[in-house]
Protein backbone atom coordinates (compact mmCIF):
# COMPACT_ATOMS: atom_id res chain seq x y z
CA UNK A 1 0.00 0.00 0.00
CA UNK A 2 1.11 3.77 -0.46
CA UNK A 3 2.04 5.80 1.67
CA UNK A 4 3.63 9.21 2.45
CA UNK A 5 5.76 9.54 5.61
CA UNK A 6 6.71 13.37 6.23
CA UNK A 7 9.52 14.36 8.92
CA UNK A 8 11.15 17.34 10.17
CA UNK A 9 8.42 19.55 11.91
CA UNK A 10 8.80 21.17 15.01
CA UNK A 11 9.52 24.52 17.15
CA UNK A 12 11.32 26.81 16.29
CA UNK A 13 11.69 30.99 16.63
CA UNK A 14 10.68 33.08 14.18
CA UNK A 15 13.69 33.89 11.63
CA UNK A 16 14.87 29.89 11.93
CA UNK A 17 15.14 27.33 9.65
CA UNK A 18 12.92 24.12 9.56
CA UNK A 19 13.43 21.10 6.73
CA UNK A 20 10.84 18.68 6.10
CA UNK A 21 10.76 15.67 4.50
CA UNK A 22 8.28 13.36 2.38
CA UNK A 23 8.97 9.74 1.25
CA UNK A 24 6.64 8.34 -0.56
CA UNK A 25 6.74 4.37 -0.09
CA UNK A 26 4.72 1.32 -1.44
CA UNK A 27 4.22 0.42 -5.26
CA UNK A 28 5.00 3.16 -7.02
CA UNK A 29 6.45 3.35 -10.61
CA UNK A 30 7.29 7.61 -10.34
CA UNK A 31 5.91 10.43 -9.22
CA UNK A 32 3.98 13.49 -11.54
CA UNK A 33 3.66 15.65 -8.82
CA UNK A 34 4.51 16.26 -5.81
CA UNK A 35 4.05 19.47 -2.98
CA UNK A 36 3.40 20.55 0.65
CA UNK A 37 0.30 22.28 1.13
CA UNK A 38 -0.40 23.55 5.31
CA UNK A 39 -3.64 24.51 7.11
CA UNK A 40 -3.79 26.68 10.10
CA UNK A 41 -6.86 26.53 12.36
CA UNK A 42 -9.53 28.37 10.77
CA UNK A 43 -8.38 28.98 7.56
CA UNK A 44 -8.08 26.81 4.27
CA UNK A 45 -5.28 23.80 2.94
CA UNK A 46 -3.48 25.97 0.64
CA UNK A 47 -0.72 25.63 -1.13
CA UNK A 48 2.81 26.41 0.21
CA UNK A 49 5.03 24.45 -2.88
CA UNK A 50 4.92 21.99 -5.32
CA UNK A 51 7.30 20.64 -7.94
CA UNK A 52 6.77 18.58 -10.92
CA UNK A 53 8.87 14.79 -12.13
CA UNK A 54 10.35 17.30 -14.73
CA UNK A 55 11.85 19.92 -12.09
CA UNK A 56 9.20 22.45 -12.43
CA UNK A 57 8.08 24.33 -9.12
CA UNK A 58 5.36 26.74 -8.39
CA UNK A 59 5.56 28.96 -4.93
CA UNK A 60 3.05 30.61 -3.14
CA UNK A 61 3.75 34.28 -2.72
CA UNK A 62 4.04 34.18 0.79
CA UNK A 63 7.04 31.79 0.56
CA UNK A 64 8.66 32.82 -2.04
CA UNK A 65 12.36 33.29 -1.60
CA UNK A 66 11.88 31.68 1.74
CA UNK A 67 11.44 28.40 0.94
CA UNK A 68 12.68 26.15 -1.51
CA UNK A 69 11.52 22.42 -2.51
CA UNK A 70 13.57 19.41 -3.70
CA UNK A 71 12.94 16.07 -5.26
CA UNK A 72 14.74 13.54 -5.92
CA UNK A 73 12.66 10.98 -8.82
CA UNK A 74 14.30 7.76 -7.83
CA UNK A 75 13.54 8.01 -3.92
CA UNK A 76 10.24 9.89 -4.61
CA UNK A 77 10.94 12.38 -1.94
CA UNK A 78 10.74 15.42 -1.59
CA UNK A 79 11.87 18.23 0.65
CA UNK A 80 11.08 21.54 2.07
CA UNK A 81 13.74 23.97 3.22
CA UNK A 82 12.19 26.54 5.26
CA UNK A 83 14.40 29.32 5.89
CA UNK A 84 13.15 33.01 7.70
CA UNK A 85 9.97 31.36 9.19
CA UNK A 86 7.67 33.75 10.76
CA UNK A 87 5.22 33.18 13.01
CA UNK A 88 2.29 33.39 10.33
CA UNK A 89 4.25 30.17 8.91
CA UNK A 90 2.08 27.81 11.99
CA UNK A 91 0.38 25.18 10.37
CA UNK A 92 -0.08 21.77 9.60
CA UNK A 93 1.82 21.20 6.94
CA UNK A 94 0.80 17.99 4.36
CA UNK A 95 2.49 16.41 2.04
CA UNK A 96 0.61 15.41 -1.47
CA UNK A 97 1.61 13.43 -4.16
CA UNK A 98 0.32 12.39 -7.47
CA UNK A 99 1.65 9.01 -8.25
CA UNK A 100 1.86 6.95 -10.98
CA UNK A 101 1.24 3.44 -9.38
CA UNK A 102 0.47 0.93 -12.54
CA UNK A 103 1.12 1.01 -15.79
CA UNK A 104 -1.53 3.52 -17.06
CA UNK A 105 -2.61 4.44 -13.30
CA UNK A 106 -2.15 7.46 -11.68
CA UNK A 107 -3.66 8.51 -7.92
CA UNK A 108 -3.61 11.18 -5.43
CA UNK A 109 -2.34 10.58 -1.66
CA UNK A 110 -1.63 12.86 1.37
CA UNK A 111 0.17 12.24 4.48
CA UNK A 112 -1.07 12.65 7.78
CA UNK A 113 0.18 16.23 8.55
CA UNK A 114 3.08 17.78 10.81
CA UNK A 115 2.85 20.62 12.95
CA UNK A 116 5.43 23.31 12.62
CA UNK A 117 5.01 26.13 14.91
CA UNK A 118 7.26 29.45 14.60
CA UNK A 119 7.07 31.53 17.68
CA UNK A 120 7.87 35.40 17.87
Known amino acids: QVQLVESGGGSVQAGGSLRLSCAASGRIFSFNRMGWYRQAPGNQRELVAA???????NYADSVKGRFTISGDNAKNTINLQMNSLKPEDTAVYYC??????????????WGQGTQVTVSS
Open 96 to 109: NADLRTSYRGSADY
Open 51 to 57: IWSGGMT
